[in-house]
């Protein structure tokens, strides 16, 4: 039936409006990164000039230090590495335990004086955390809600039965929609135009708004944190890392090949390739040959610039993690770490290969089961945090700085909470973020406390990373079992 004509111009407008929907809610979000992004860092910067020592970023001028030697001519791998005084003097004489990718990435930072380093750093860094943070919190904003039942009107009044009975059911009458039928001009209105709908508040502006107030007020805490807070001290790149996978395995439609992120983020940092394994147990081909296809480029090149120093990072030092430090060392809240820690003697290699795979078994299967029987949001970033919680875990060395992972983990556990206790229990869980550990093997006054004590203190991010793995895990396995005993009740409903 051809449309009328009074009614064309408002159905033009009515595209137009979705035409640049899509840009006005790319706008509003990149504001409230840019704003949330500029508070926290506010915030960051009159507590590092309250508190004790204030900037440091030691770890940002070892990187700023492996680009100048390349530049010029040496190898960021060699014993004298921080130890001579170049044009970048390190603050500590650490040595440089990254990929090639990462020391050639280092030169940029030789470019501009390392104060401005800093400063482009941590402001950086904060707009990757409130990115996450907004995208974490905004899951939690736009879950299902009561509203999205059909209104009492629509509901038949009694049941009907058959195909005769169906036919009888009244529906609504057909005619022109509220957006089809032409407003009458006014002040504000052209001639057969749509009307404006700018003064209006959707649920959808409601539910963006409280995402963004809620991202900032969890931003706040999260620079308290000591993971946040020593990736901005130090001039780290965890953050980074966790905003490069979250945003390749979580992209609906990305504009990129999927897997091309984490195959950049293995190539700067060997942890990152654990969301390879995710990628093949789950059957997503495509991104694994993608993110296998990066690497090998992108280490390509590290070859081509500094051959010798790629060789003998693949060869020998990939397998040396006591180069990076000592593995017992409190700040290492990795299995590794811990059970170093514990004093188990000849037990310790067994029981670390024993809880490695059962941490790695329970947590990447739990992944891929919920990654298979729940395609949505929730069943995507449930996935990505396990895999998340697994990497920190099985690593030989995850410093505190890597367990960002810890705060989307505890607020997605506090999203699924469907009582407030347990929204509360979740809660309790990133508490202990905001302090620092104890190192009881030089702190005087913890020498004297008890073993078990001492553990829990030493270990608590671990602890909390293993509570929330197992949490997650459970609640995992449990839906994807619920799903496949609704499946029959629901093929027998549809076959009726």
Known sequence: MPQPAALKPATAGNA????????????????????????????????????????????????????????????????????????????????????????????????????????????????????????????????????????????????????AARAEIPTRAKGPTRAEIPAAPGPLTMAGAAPSQSWRISRSDLHRLGAVLAAGVVLAIAIWTRPVKENLSFGQVDIFLMGVCLLDTLATRPRWPRGVLVGLATAFQVAPGIFGLYFLLTGQWRALRNAIVTWFVATGIAFAVMPGPTVTYYTKLLFKPGRVGNVGYFSNQSLWGMLARAGLGAWHVPLLVLSVLVVTLVGMGAAAAIHRSDPSRRGAWHSAILVGLVWVLVSP???????????????????????????LLALVFAVPLCFRLPNVDTDPSKVHLPLALKAVLVDTYGLIAVVLLIALSWIAWRAVLRAGASAPRDQLQGSG
């Not at 809610?25 to 204030?54: D, E, H, N, Y």
Request: hydrophobic letters at 55%; aromatic letters at 10%.
């Open 397 to 423: 060395v995850s410093w505190i700085h890597g367990m960002v992972w810890l705060l989307p983990a505890a607020i997605f556990l506090v999203g699924l909470a469907a009582r407030a206790w347990q929204a």
């Open 16 to 163: 137009s409006r979705h035409r640049t929907g899509g840009s006005d809610k790319a706008v509003r979000l990149a504001t409230g990164i840019v704003a949330l992004a500029i508070a926290g860092l506010g915030i960051f910067m009159i507590q590092s000039q309250l508190g004790p020592g204030g900037l440091h970023a030691i770890d940002l001028a070892v990187y700023r230090e492996a680009g100048w030697v390349i530049l010029h001519g040496g190898s960021p791998y060699a014993a004298s590495f921080g130890r001579r005084p170049p044009s970048y003097r390190l603050f500590y004489p650490l040595p440089f335990t990254y990929p090639p990718l990462a020391a050639l990435l280092g030169v940029p930072l030789t470019w501009a004086r390392p104060i401005v380093d800093d400063w482009i750093w941590d402001i950086a860094t904060l707009m990757v955390l409130a990115a996450v943070l907004l995208r974490a919190t905004r899951w939690i904003m736009e879950r299902p809600a009561r509203a999205e039942i059909p209104a009492p009107a629509e509901v038949p009044a009694a049941r009907a039965e058959g195909p």
